[in-house]
């Protein structure tokens, strides 16, 4: 799962070497916490948090597929 949201991110951003991904994993769900340089949250974000939506509802598409919890993506600040 951490691929298809960095393989997403990376080419938005202008620094992908400062985007890591926190994983923590409960019994019922899955938190992504991705943290970026400062200027790149605005981009991840998009306007009035377009692509940060579309990223959620890919991510959420495919842990569908894969597991059965449900799984949040968060962007840190």
Known sequence: MEDIILAIVKPLVDHPEEVTIDTQEEESRITYRLSLHPEDIGKVIGKHGRVA????TITTAAANAAHQKKVYVEIAE
Not at 53 to 56: D, P, S, T, V
């Open 53 to 56: 939506k579309a990223i959620r």
